[in-house]
Structure formats: structure tokens, C-alpha cells
């Protein structure tokens, strides 16, 4: 059975893999000590992808960031390779991943995937645009995929602030990838407060500052006490 985690261990964690990526990926760090009391994590990604990766497999990270997670993971270099398509990212990443050896390409996760048919045993994606056909492409039969999605109330308090009409939207957490099997859906969800400085933190590191019109933005300035929900859900598939 998979051990529970601790919350500021989680927090922390997210602190470290988005340290240097601006706008990728969740960086909860600046609501450590705010959430909600009592919330038990159940699962810790790194030790996830360590239930399904070995040394000798090769490992394809999507929209990688800055590269600071996938680098955490300690995986030989020479089987591991890395995509992004944010500019910043994609300059960072060539100055530290690529002379390590680690295969960087720059590519967007939602379009082809730069790679040859059946290059990798695992794929992991944290909060990024995906195509599963490409996925199904660039993984091995029997190959895992792991994925990180938000789910359809996530940060549903900060979007009631930055825009004038919230559109609730269906949104499947959990999709059915053909080609793939699903494994196991593991979903996280915490409230959590923040104020000042704490709020426009949150929005920094989110798809919405390319989204925000200029009532928005005044609105968000105006906002002293933020009370929010966190959620997302841990995915893992195996291709046919």
C-alpha cells in the first residue's frame, strides 16, 4: 500500500521542481502553513515514477520546465530526454540539460513529438498540453505514462476574481487515451488561504497571466485574503 505523504513534504516538493520555471507547473510554495488541517496526500510523484522507472530505461519528460524536477529524479542521463516550448524554458533548459547529454528538444507537448516510434519505456507530464497519439508513438508496448492534470475546480476562487464571467466547464480529469490502459487515478485536492504578495504569487505561476484583461488585473490588485482549492489528479497509463 502506498505511504500517505506529508503535506509540507508535498509543498516542498513543488517548491523545488518549479524553482527556476516561470508560469510551469504549480509552485505552492508561497502557501505552506495555509491550507486546510487534516488533508492527507496520497502520493508522491517522484516515488510513483520510481515504481515504473529503472536506469536502463529511457525517460521522456514533456514540458519539462526549467528541468529542475526531471534533474531531482537523479535517472542516467544518457537514457533520459526532455521537451519544452516556453522561450525561457527552452533557453534554460539548452544551458543546463543539454550538456549533461540529456536529449533536449524544443516542442510543444500538445503537437509531434520530436522523437523516433517506440523511443522511451516511460513518459511523465506535469500540468502540460498533451497529444495521446503522439504519446502512444514515442512509448514502447507495455510502456508506462504518467500524467499530472488539474482538476475542474482547481484555483475555481482566483478565477472568480480575474475574470467577469466564470464559465464552469466539463472537465474529464481522467481521460480514456486510446491505445493505453489505465492503471490507477489518484486524485489530491487541499483549501488553502493566502494574502498580499501570496495572491499575485499564485497568479504569476499560472496559464492565466497571458488570459487577464486589464478589469481583471485591478481586481486581483484589490484582493487582500484569497481562500482557494488545490486539485488535481495523478494518472498512470500502460500502452497496449
Known amino acids: 500500500m502506498r505511504d500517505y505523504m506529508d503535506k509540507s513534504k508535498l509543498l516542498q516538493i513543488w517548491q523545488e521542481e518549479e524553482n527556476a520555471a516561470h508560469i510551469h507547473g504549480w509552485d505552492f510554495s508561497h502557501i505552506d502553513g495555509r491550507y486546510t488541517e487534516g488533508t492527507d496526500f496520497p502520493w508522491d510523484y517522484r516515488q510513483v515514477i520510481g515504481e515504473y522507472l529503472s536506469p536502463e530505461k529511457k525517460l521522456l519528460d514533456i514540458d519539462t520546465g526549467g528541468g529542475e524536477f526531471l534533474l531531482s ?49 516511460v513518459v511523465i507530464d506535469r500540468h502540460g498540453d498533451f497529444d495521446p497519439a503522439e504519446i502512444g508513438r514515442v512509448l514502447k508496448p507495455g510502456g508506462h505514462y504518467l500524467q499530472v492534470i488539474a482538476g475542474a475546480d482547481h484555483l475555481m476562487g482566483l478565477k472568480s476574481i480575474i475574470y467577469p464571467e466564470l464559465k464552469l466547464k466539463e472537465k474529464d480529469s481522467v481521460p480514456t487515451l486510446p491505445g493505453f490502459e489505465l492503471l490507477e487515478s489518484i486524485p489530491i485536492r487541499f483549501d488553502f488561504t493566502v494574502e498580499g504578495e501570496q495572491i499575485q504569487n499564485l497568479f504569476s505561476m499560472t496559464p492565466h497571466v497571458f488570459r487577464i484583461g486589464k478589469q481583471g488585473a485591478e481586481r486581483l490588485r484589490q484582493t487582500e485574503t484569497l481562500s482557494d482549492t488545490a486539485s488535481c489528479v495523478l494518472n498512470v497509463y500502460r500502452r497496449s
Open 73 to 121: 529524479l537523479g535517472h542516467p542521463y544518457e537514457n533520459t530526454a526532455a521537451t519544452e516550448n516556453y522561450p525561457p524554458n527552452v533557453q534554460l533548459c539548452k544551458e543546463t540539460l543539454s550538456p549533461l547529454g540529456i536529449d533536449f528538444r524544443q516542442a510543444d507537448g500538445n503537437g509531434e513529438l520530436p522523437y523516433p516510434d517506440e523511443s522511451f519505456q
